[in-house]
C-alpha cells in the first residue's frame, strides 16, 4: 500500500463548472477526513466518514458541496458551481480510529477557478 | 475558541544552530497535539505527538499546559530540516492546524 492518493493531482476549471476529486484511503482505515488549504493557511477541515457515514461537517463546507463515502472506501468530493474562491489545495486523510491515531495525508488536489 | 497559533510565519536558522518553533494553543479542555511537516514536493506528514513523547530527527516537543504552549526544538539544525512544519490540536476526530512555520537551515 502506498498510502493515500488522490485523483486528479491538478484541476483548471471555469468558474461555474462542477468538480469531482477522489480519495482513496490506506485499506484498513476507517476514518476518511477531506481538508482545504489556502496559500498561507494550514489545512481547514471540511468534512469526515466513518466508514461510509458521514458524520461532522464543518461551516466551510457550503450547500455547493458533497462528499460521499459510499461504500465505505473511496470518497469522492464534489464542488458545483464553483467559484474563484474555491481555488485551494484540497487535501485527504485517513486514519484507523482510536484513542492517539494518526492522520495520514494524501498529496491533495490543487484546485484553480479561473 | 479553540485555536492554534504560530507566530512566525518564516524561521531561519544556520545549519548546527537551535531552533525552536512556537506553537500556542487554546483550548478548555485536555489537548491532544502534534507537529506535521511537509518537506519541499512532498505531502504532509506527521513528525510528532505530545503524547508519545517521542523524539523524532532530533526534534522533541514538551507539551506545557500552564504556558499552553508546544513548542518544536532541535538542539543542532540540519538543512534537510528546510520544510514548512504545522502545529495541530485534534478538537473530538478533527485537526485544527496552525498556520504553519517555514523553517530554512542556512548551510
Known amino acids: 500500500d502506498t498510502g493515500v492518493s488522490q485523483n486528479p493531482r491538478h484541476k483548471i476549471t471555469k468558474r461555474g463548472q462542477n468538480v469531482t476529486f477522489r480519495c482513496d484511503p490506506i485499506s484498513e482505515h476507517n476514518r476518511l477526513y477531506w481538508y482545504r488549504q489556502t496559500l498561507g493557511q494550514g489545512p481547514e477541515f471540511l468534512t469526515y466518514?466513518?466508514?461510509?457515514?458521514?458524520?461532522?461537517k464543518s461551516r466551510l463546507l457550503s450547500d455547493r458541496f458533497s462528499a460521499e463515502r459510499p461504500k465505505g472506501s473511496f470518497s469522492t468530493l464534489e464542488i458545483q458551481r464553483t467559484e474563484q474562491g474555491d481555488s485551494a489545495m484540497y487535501l485527504c486523510?485517513?486514519?484507523?480510529?482510536?484513542?492517539?491515531?494518526?492522520?495520514?495525508f494524501g498529496p491533495g488536489t490543487r484546485l484553480l477557478v479561473l | 475558541a479553540q485555536r492554534v497559533t504560530q507566530p512566525e510565519k518564516l524561521l531561519s536558522v544556520f545549519k548546527g544552530a537551535p531552533v525552536e518553533l512556537k506553537c500556542n494553543y487554546s483550548?478548555?479542555?485536555?489537548?491532544?497535539l502534534f507537529w506535521y511537516v511537509q518537506y519541499s514536493r512532498q505531502r504532509l506528514q506527521l513528525l510528532l505527538r505530545h503524547i508519545s513523547r517521542e523524539s523524532i530527527k532530533g526534534f522533541t516537543a514538551d507539551l506545557n499546559k500552564g504556558e499552553t504552549s508546544f513548542h518544536l526544538k532541535k538542539p543542532f539544525a540540519q538543512e534537510e530540516d528546510s520544510a514548512m512544519y504545522y502545529c495541530a490540536l485534534r478538537l473530538s476526530e478533527k485537526l485544527v492546524f496552525g498556520k504553519g512555520t517555514k523553517l530554512t537551515v542556512n548551510p
Open positions: 466518514f466513518q466508514n461510509e457515514a458521514q458524520l461532522e
Open positions: 486523510a485517513s486514519s484507523i480510529g482510536g484513542v492517539g491515531e494518526t492522520q495520514y
Open positions: 483550548y478548555s479542555g485536555s489537548p491532544e
